[in-house]
């Protein structure tokens, strides 16, 4: 069940924006609530900005369910597996998706749809999609991907996600043994689905240092998974960069209009560019043949 493995710590510390006669407040959410008239905005932000980019889209199957993912970049390059936020496979995934396959000299990126072809508008669509997602079957997308990718020309496979995707890309480290390298953003699985203590692929992760998300994505959860980190062995680098807050990666127009929505003001694009640039460095690091 989805929310024994991820979503209990992140849908416990969500705000949204209530408006009062003298200013805006934030309240703390309980995992079930109705979007503000704000973030039905958001509606048509998704609608309108998808990626013009030029995806492929192809069919991968595992065990007896097939599922859709979304390839961009060099047939021959490295691979890399983009796991999305709680909104699904949306513009600002594809966005990263893009940024990511020009990376060097390229790479081949691939997003699996894990949703099954949904995607959450505004936050009530994209909490009710995550809280039941089957985080296990999602590893196994991951696995299946990974395996694609190797079998379709790419020697070396990564694997990279944010926020949800985040923590599902370190559950990979500990779940998938075909993968050579995982750079995540903003989210910790719970150890329930995959204790970081026991990660067998070299690990880098990004956390700011206002995310509010308790027990998810905060510091203190970022400080908590270097330990364990560090105890599994393997090569691994954990940075907290000061001043931003939660999926902080998002700098489209777009994705920074929404995150204001829900209540994120903070931008800083020397943030993001660092981020981009130790993303780089760890990929080549352990992805280049």
């Not at 680098?237 to 995150?259: K, T």
Request: hydrophobic share 40%; glycine share 8%.
């Amino acid at each position: 069940m989805m929310t024994s493995y991820g979503s209990r710590f992140f849908t416990k510390t969500l705000y949204t924006k209530r408006k009062s006669t003298s200013s805006i407040t934030f309240s703390l959410v309980r995992p079930h609530f109705s979007p503000s008239g704000s973030l039905h905005q958001v509606r048509a932000m998704a609608t309108d900005s998808n990626s013009s980019a030029p995806f492929k889209k192809v069919q991968i199957q595992r065990d007896n369910t097939t599922f859709d993912a979304y390839v961009i970049g060099k047939d021959d390059a490295p691979g890399i597996v983009v796991l999305q936020e709680w909104w699904g496979v949306d513009f600002e995934i594809k966005n990263h998706a893009q940024k990511i396959s020009q990376f060097d000299s390229g790479y081949k990126a691939l997003i699996p749809d894990l949703y099954r072809g949904k995607v959450g508008l505004d936050v009530a669509e994209a909490q009710h999609l995550m809280e039941g997602l089957d985080w296990q079957g999602a590893v196994k997308d991951i696995e299946a991907s990974v395996n694609w990718l190797k079998a379709n020309g790419s020697q070396k496979v990564g694997v990279t996600g944010y926020c949800m995707g985040g923590a599902l890309a370190i559950a990979s480290s500990v779940l998938v043994p075909t993968i050579d390298a995982v750079v995540a953003f903003y989210g910790v699985p719970s150890s329930e689905l995959a204790d970081p203590v026991n990660a067998k692929a070299p690990v880098q992760a990004h956390f700011g240092e206002l995310d509010n998300f308790v027990g998810f994505s905060d510091a203190k959860t970022g400080k908590a998974l270097e330990a364990k980190l560090k105890e599994s062995g393997v090569p691994n680098e954990v940075y907290i960069y000061p001043g931003v807050a939660h999926a902080f990666m998002n700098s489209s127009p777009e994705g920074v209009e929404r995150r204001k929505n829900m209540g994120m003001n903070d931008e800083d694009a020397d943030a993001v560019e660092l981020a981009w640039t130790r993303f780089r460095s760890w990929m080549t690091r352990f992805l280049s043949v």
